[in-house]
Every structure is written in C-alpha cells, then in structure tokens.
C-alpha cells in the first residue's frame, strides 16, 4: 500500500525519493518539492526503504539525506492527514499508523549502521526538523532556519520533540516547541542541532565532504561505535561507563584496531579490512 501511495503521489519519472552513488557515499534526496518535501505516507515508505537497503549494501559507507527545492522539509503532509478526517473513527487509525511509521523511519536512521549527514537548504519544520536532530550529524545552508510550530495550529510538536530534546538543551527544545518561532541556522549550529554552517548553495558539497571524511575511517569501528554512543546516551553514568568499557575491550580484538594501532606505531597509513 505504501509502495502505491509513492507512485501514486509522482509521476514515474519523477520519483519522491531521489538515489544517487558519490564514491562509497549514498546520496538520498527527497523530491516533493512542490509540497515542500513534506513527509507523505509515501514518502516515508520510499525513505524507510532505502535506509534498510544501504544498510545491507557494503559498498556504501556513508549517506547523505537531502532535499529538492527551497524547503528541506515541512514536516508531516497535513493536507493527505486531513483527507482522512471523513473516516468513521475521524482518522484515528490512520493519524497511529502514520506517526507510528514515520517513528520506525526516524529510529531507522539512528540504528543505520553508517553515518548520515543531513543537507539543509531551505526550512525544516516539524518532523522535518525532527529529521534533521534524527541524523548523526548536519550541515545546513546560512538561508536554513528551523522550527517546530505544531502550537501555532493546536498539534504540539510531540515526536518531533523526542529528537530535538536528544540534540538540543532542555531550555532551548522548549522554547523552540512552545513558541514555535524559527530559529536561524547559526542559532541551531549554536544550540547543537547542526554542526556546520555554510553558504548557501554550497551545503550538500560540505555534507558530502564530511560524509567522506568518515568514510575513510574503518566501517566496523564506525558502527560498533555509532551504536555504543546512542546506547549509553540512554543509560546512568556507571552504566554507560560499564557498557562503554565493554565496547572498548571488544573493539580492541577487532583486526581493524590492531592494525589501526600498529599503523600509527609505525607511521603508515591503515589497511582497513572492516572487522
């Protein structure tokens, strides 16, 4: 169903969800932009979809989430939400399993075994700034700005607020969800939701580059760790020091750290293998 809904919602040679292959980085671009690359049922299936499929593909070590258009993304689509209020429940069921898949896509990306930069041009509002906290890392245009106005029409930002309070100060998260004003990129970059500012035009090359930094480094050590850091965020600090230091001693059998290690001993480059 979700598969017809994509087709359903662009012509087949305009596809909602754009892949391309730069080196060993995936290139995942959403293409609604006539609704503002907002998160359709369709959408959300079609990006869902390509994150379990690089996941398994070890040619890419890497990905990169951007966007068609002057938006990056305005969050859920309410006009297709909207439709469903004729239903007989008034559209409870759809409104669950909407909120429910776009939170399996959300924690799809955190649970990606690979990095992923976001590339913002334009405004991520709602789920759309949720998408951009979600990512591991994000680089966004000077022009970006970030919202979640869900208060301004009576939807307080809910899931969004469980990615930006994990990337944001306690104070910040709420000021950003109860006011619902935007707040600028340099504004974000300060307050932690992104990493680097750059000029406009010029942040999907920066998201590349840094993508490719990290794609340098061994993919077993990248994901071994991307998980350890998402994991021990949730624990108490004795635990995440007992967990980490678990991490640690499994990571150092690893043939990569041996020969990450001997490599620095001997200044050379490393050969990695990937485990």
């Not at 998160?39 to 070890?58: M, R, W």
């Not at 890497?62 to 429940?89: I, Q």
């Not at 469980?162 to 109860?178: D, F, G, H, I, Y």
């Amino acid at each position: 169903m979700s598969a017809q809904a994509a087709r359903a919602e662009a012509p087949q040679h305009q596809p909602i969800l754009l892949r391309e292959t730069v080196g060993s980085i995936a290139l995942l671009t959403l293409n609604r932009p006539g609704a503002r690359n907002s998160l359709s049922e369709g959408l959300i299936a079609e990006l869902h979809a390509a994150l379990n499929d690089v996941g398994g593909d070890k040619r890419i070590r890497a990905v990169v989430l951007a966007a068609k258009g002057p938006a990056f993304c305005a969050g859920h689509d309410l006009k297709e939400l909207t439709a469903r209020r004729s239903d007989a429940d008034r559209g409870r069921a759809y409104f669950a399993q909407i909120m429910n898949a776009c939170s399996a896509m959300m924690q799809a990306i955190v649970r990606l075994p690979k990095p992923v930069v976001a590339s913002i041009q334009g405004i991520a509002t709602a789920a759309g700034c949720q998408l951009v906290a979600s990512c591991d890392l994000a680089v966004a245009s000077e022009a970006a700005a970030f919202a979640t106005p869900g208060v301004d029409i009576g939807l307080f930002c809910s899931t969004p607020m469980v990615a930006l309070s994990r990337n944001v100060p306690r104070k910040q998260a709420m000021e950003m969800l109860l006011t619902g004003e935007p707040v600028s990129a340099a504004t974000a970059q300060s307050i932690g939701l992104v990493n680097r500012v750059v000029s406009a035009g010029t942040e999907r090359d920066a998201a590349i580059a840094l993508a490719e930094k990290v794609a340098l480094k061994s993919a077993y050590t990248v994901k071994l760790g991307k998980e350890a850091f998402y994991r021990q965020a949730e624990m108490n600090l004795a635990d995440a020091y007992r967990f980490a230091a678990e991490v640690m001693t499994e990571n150092m059998m690893a043939r990569d750290a041996e020969e990450g290690i001997g490599a620095f001993i001997e200044k050379r480059d490393p050969k990695w293998q990937d485990k």
